[in-house]
């Protein structure tokens, strides 16, 4: 990477999983609203499915994701009754419309759940939704609570994507954030992965860790291209301490500084690069015959509330505490504590708390940026037009100093990042998004912006 290209590493930009970013959510979305979506969804409609289980065995320092920890396994049995019943409720607001394309569990720790509960789950979906043995099927895996015969069973039950949170082989690493698990527990996961025949295993690992150092990391590196994963994705840690207490438990000394970052996102970059792994977006890796790959270089590439993806479908319903859906140009979030969403699904309503309905401008810049991270490049006339005239001068403002720096390039109209600026792309997204900070000094870090 260019030496000044390393400035714009240290921006807290947003991630764009979607835009505006649920920071703008705000009451006036319903769960009425919701429902008259829903209503109007085509008969073949593909669908996107995310269950979000918030549940954990233990406390990770560094996470911002909703969740919570959980010892009495009889509250999870009634999360999933509850799921049960959103899904029934779903299911009767679509009518029959729509087809599930994808399954997504995420969380918290999807696999604090028995297999048996994540099959009632799949069972609530084939008979209010339906399924079909192209349903792709995928989940997020803690593997330090795999039990004896949950991947053969999973496998069984569909699953042919799944997601380690590795973060860091390191033990000093680990020991800092308070997520220990050998190299030795991961590799076994992964053999018995292999063995039952999953063929798309993605590894998530994390930069900005305390404790971190060049030589550290590139033994993570090292160790994850051994153990060849299909595909990689590799986060900026973004500590938030006012926002998220339990980052508090870190010892802000032991964070490395801005320009050790840089080093890390470039070191990460450089060898799975080296090592056959293609760029897909800013932060995806993945070997040049996964379908993720296929999609980038054949221009199929999407983004949504899971990252980088070849899922075709526009429209994402979730399910579960805080879990957020988009379907007809409106995005609906549900209840994020349990009290409240137990409270909504017991009164046989959907459970949105709050949402968004895109207005028109806010549709051409969520295109627009959309279009530079899974393309690199972007038309930026329908953004220019859409905009007020300062807006639309700050934003020229902004590619200027991008364009000097020959981060980007303009092909007629459009903005294209140069060859090696793909780590910058989130960067250049945050140039063209009217709601943000001029470019040149750091946002303000945000909650949004946590990994």
Sequence with gaps: MKDDWRKYLGLRAPRYTSYPSALHFDAQVTDEDYASRLGEVSLYEPLSLYFHIPFC???????GCNMRVENDYARAVRYVDALRREVDLVGKKLNGAGRPRSIHFGGGTPNFLKVDEIGRILEAVELSLGLTDSTRLAIELDPRLIRDNDI?????LGFNRISLGVQDFDPEVQAAINRVQSFDLVEAAVGEMRRYGVDDL???LLYGLPKQTVASFAATLAKTIALSPDRV?????????AQLPRQRLIDDALLPPEALRADLSILGDEMLVAAGYVRVGFDHYAKPDNPLARAAIEGRLRRNFQGFTDDPAETTIGFGASSISFVGEIYAQNAKTLADYYSR????????ERGLLLSP???????????????????IRPLLRALAPTEANRICANLDRFEEDGVICWEGDSVALAPGARTLA???AMALDPYEAAIGRKAAPRLAHAV
């Excluded at 065995?57 to 996470?63: Q, S």
């Excluded at 699904?345 to 949105?352: C, E, G, N, P, Y």
């Excluded at 295109?367 to 038309?379: H, M, Q, S, V």
Aim: charged share 30%; net charge positive; hydrophobic share 45%.
């Design 57 to 63: 065995k233990r406390l990770c320092w560094y996470c």
């Design 426 to 428: 989130r960067a250049v």
């Design 345 to 352: 699904i017991d009164q046989r309503r959907l459970a949105t």
């Design 202 to 204: 993605s590894f998530d």
């Design 233 to 241: 994705a590799i986060f900026g840690y973004a500590h938030l301490p």
């Design 361 to 379: 401008r806010e549709r051409v810049v969520a295109a627009t940026i959309r279009d530079l991270l899974c393309r690199g490049r972007a038309d």
């Design 152 to 156: 053969a069973r999973l496998v069984a």
